[in-house]
């Protein structure tokens, strides 16, 4: 077998049992008629903690030029979902009294965000 595809297959080899395991409970709950919502609950666990989710981002990533642009479409929602979570969080913290910690908290997120943009910009750099 080549080279690169033994390195392929032992980075991705969690995803890719992930999928056949997707494949099959899907295969296997409609061919038995179950409960949609039971089948779809089950695929997305297996997907979640098979790492079959981001295999995939990952693999449509390596498709040439289109690729990391169809990646970055699919991966921007969940990062807005995760930014509304925190900002609705800290609205409830503010409510309840703890606007010095969600202040301070926000400080820290702020640094940390633009000590990673300075290193990735440094890192193009040099």
């Not at 039971?38 to 295999?55: K, M, R, S, Y």
């Not at 800290?90 to 301070?104: F, P, Q």
Request: aromatic share 16%; glycine share 12%; net charge positive.
């Amino acid at each position: 077998m080549n080279q690169k595809l033994k390195i392929f297959f032992s980075n991705y080899e969690n995803a890719i049992i992930a999928w056949f395991i997707i494949l099959a409970v899907g295969t296997l709950g409609l061919y038995l008629k179950i409960d949609q919502r039971i089948i779809g609950a089950v695929i997305l666990l297996i997907g979640i903690f098979g790492q079959a989710f981001a295999g995939l981002v990952v693999w449509i990533g390596f498709l040439p030029f289109i690729g990391p642009f169809i990646a970055k479409i699919i991966v921007l929602p969940f990062i807005w979902l995760l930014n509304s979570i925190g900002y609705l969080l800290s609205l409830i913290a503010i409510k309840r009294g703890y606007s010095k910690d969600v202040l301070t908290y926000q400080g820290i997120t702020i640094a940390l965000t633009i000590g990673i943009i300075l290193g990735y910009i440094l890192g193009k750099i040099f």
